[in-house]
């Protein structure tokens, strides 16, 4: 059981240039999140969903795309990277109980 | 939405002294409250949480917590800290779907032989 993974660890883009981050979790979690962690500010709700082929905004969603094609993975795309999405994401999930479990984190360079 | 204010960014504490991290929230409606901790270069995880009943809610490690609904407040408490405990505390709150999380900025607890 390895609970919430995210792939990649690190990765630095150029401005302009798209990716996808890889959020899995084998809890067979329904709701599952995206965040990203600025120094001084926290943790931010980017999106999130409440079940497969569900999604929905949270508090910072420009620039950002999400999907949630099967009930284990919820990917989060940027299609432009700007500098200003240089962070750290995370990602989360959770049963119907209140618990949110997080992933280890990727941290994203944009140049 | 609901809001949360961590009151000190950076808290130092000499090992076995103890510490209180404060938390106030803002909500107008009922609330779940959170405290998570982030080691360095990790994710988060639980420390403890309310959702209802008791106020005094108690967690891993030896970690208390104390809601506080008049002064919308949810500090935590620890009586003796260990070097172990150094790491960044972050408190949360969520309305009662538990789908909208917002965070507060983080407290980091440096904890000093």
């Known amino acids: 059981n390895a609970g919430v993974t995210q792939t990649p660890k690190f990765r630095v883009l150029k401005t302009g240039q798209s990716m996808t981050l890889l959020c899995a979790q084998d809890?067979?979690?329904?709701?599952m999140y995206w965040y990203r962690q600025d120094p001084g500010m926290g943790l931010r709700l980017i999106h999130y969903?409440?079940?497969?082929?569900?999604?929905a905004k949270g508090e910072v969603p420009d620039g950002y795309n999400v999907s949630r094609l099967k009930k284990q993975n919820f990917l989060l795309g940027l299609e432009s990277a700007a500098p200003s999405q240089t962070s750290v994401y995370f990602c989360?999930?959770?049963?119907?109980?209140?618990?949110?479990?997080f992933g280890p984190g990727t941290r994203l360079t944009v140049l | 939405a609901q809001s949360v204010t961590q009151l000190d960014s950076q808290v130092p504490v000499f090992e076995e002294a103890p510490v209180e991290l404060r938390c106030n929230y803002s909500s107008s409606v009922s609330v779940y409250l959170f405290w998570y901790v982030q080691y360095p270069n990790q994710g988060l995880q639980l420390l403890l949480k309310y959702l209802s009943g008791s106020t005094l809610v108690k967690g891993i490690n030896g970690f208390e917590a104390e809601f506080n609904k008049s002064q919308t407040s949810f500090h935590l408490r620890k009586p003796s800290v260990h070097i172990s405990d150094t790491a960044e505390y972050f408190c949360?709150?969520?309305?009662?779907?538990?789908?909208?999380?917002?965070f507060g900025a983080g407290t980091r607890l440096t904890v000093k032989p």
């Open positions: 969903s409440v079940g497969e082929g569900t999604t």
């Open positions: 809890m067979n979690h329904e709701y």
């Open positions: 949360a709150v969520s309305d009662a779907r538990n789908n909208d999380m917002r």
């Open positions: 989360a999930s959770r049963a119907t109980t209140d618990t949110q479990y």
